[in-house]
């Protein structure tokens, strides 16, 4: 159930004012109609405030995703690294002992 | 309508992809594989010769592994962008790339490089079971070839986005075979043409140069190493055409576009029959 913050006096809304205060934006502040109120996470926010939290979440998304992207090709490289030398060297002489 | 995609029909599409639709200078991004390809032989040359006492050289082993390694993204990138500039001319769109769509977006670059770069683990790890070399190759190439694709980061990414274009699994041993036949009449092209190129020159200056002759010699190990690199090199581009012709199919047939593309063109014949019969009338 999402709380509908109440108001002290009749209000009208920030961005029509012929309707009628139905919540506030709880970042702004600006009360706003049944049509701009925007449930997000429990709580009502106008578009613009919707806007900026969701690109917030974007940029926080993506920073992670690319991390996550470098450290797995990171650890992939030093997996090819590591398993060059090693299984290669092994094999190599492996194949020189059977060859003498 | 969903007919089955030939090897002859593949092989055709590729070589006309690479020898007439690519622009020049996507061609030739393949040169960015070298230094890469060179690595690779100069790491085989120096295991070769360390054989017998190779696990006692672990820190030197390591250190041309890295060097290897690191030629990788260079030469992934060269990969990446002879598929898109293969993705583009396959979308029937303008061929001649503007110097902005010439670039690949650096997240389907990183997203391909991941999946390369565990198939370079890849090859160590299981290649020396060598039945399973012509599947992480394959991998490797899948990775390029659907680098302009990719959106998200995953392992299985590459042949998810291939897997509704492979027929038959007779087209798959087929581009595999031709591939592996391809790499061994380059390489010996190569070989005669270096020969004829040393006749030629002892004939015409009346050289006699016995180091020449013992660099380009088949006892050689580091020349015939070189040669096959050369041949692979040669043999890239139509393996990396020839997979994102099977790529772009796998993304036409599970979106549906193949379809929708074959609705139109009946519905194109449709109107250009009612046309000619309404001016007939």
């Not at chain 2, 090859?123 to 659907?146: C, D, E, N, Q, R």
Request: neutral net charge; charged residues 15%; glycine residues 8%.
């Amino acid at each position: 159930m999402i709380p509908t913050p109440k108001t002290s006096g009749p209000q009208t809304c920030a961005y029509h004012a012929d309707r009628p205060a139905h919540a506030l934006c709880v970042t702004c502040r600006k009360p706003l109609c049944r049509g701009c109120a925007t449930p997000w996470e429990g709580i009502f926010l106008c578009a613009p405030c919707l806007a900026a939290r969701r690109t917030a979440a974007e940029r926080r998304g993506s920073f992670w995703g690319w991390l996550k992207l470098a450290l797995g090709i990171a650890a992939a490289a030093a997996l090819a690294v590591f398993l060059g030398a090693w299984v290669s060297g092994l094999l190599a002489e492996l194949l020189a002992g059977i060859g003498s | 309508m969903r007919d089955r995609l030939g090897l002859g029909e593949l092989l055709d599409r590729a070589a006309n992809l690479v020898a007439h639709e690519l622009p020049e200078r996507t061609a030739l991004c393949v040169l960015a594989v070298l230094p890469w390809r060179l690595l690779q032989v100069w790491w085989a040359h120096r295991l070769i010769e360390i054989s017998s006492t190779a696990t006692q050289h672990g820190g030197y082993l390591i250190s041309l592994s890295l060097w290897t390694v690191a030629a990788l993204p260079l030469a992934f990138w060269g990969r990446a962008q002879l598929a898109r500039g293969c993705s583009i001319a396959l979308s029937g769109e303008d061929a001649s790339l503007s110097r902005s769509r010439f670039g690949l977006p650096w997240r389907a670059y990183s997203i391909g490089l991941y999946a390369a770069m565990v198939a370079a683990a890849l090859y160590p790890a299981i290649g020396w079971l060598i039945f399973t070399v012509p599947f992480v190759t394959l991998y490797s190439g899948l990775a390029a070839a659907s680098a302009p694709y990719q959106e998200k980061p995953g392992l299985v990414a590459p042949l998810a986005t291939a897997a509704h274009g492979f027929g038959s699994p007779r087209l798959l041993a087929g581009l595999w075979f031709t591939a592996g036949i391809g790499v061994l009449v380059a390489a010996i092209q190569l070989l005669v043409m270096f020969q004829l190129g040393l006749t030629a020159v002892q004939t015409m200056f009346g050289l006699s140069d016995v180091w020449w002759e013992q660099m380009l010699s088949l006892d050689n190990r580091l020349y015939v190493l070189l040669i096959l690199a050369g041949a692979c090199l040669a043999v890239e581009p139509f393996w990396i055409a020839g997979l994102s012709i099977i790529v772009q199919r796998g993304r036409a047939r599970a979106s549906g576009d193949d379809l929708a593309g074959w609705i139109a063109e009946l519905a194109e014949a449709d109107e250009a029959a009612r046309a000619e019969a309404e001016n007939a009338a």
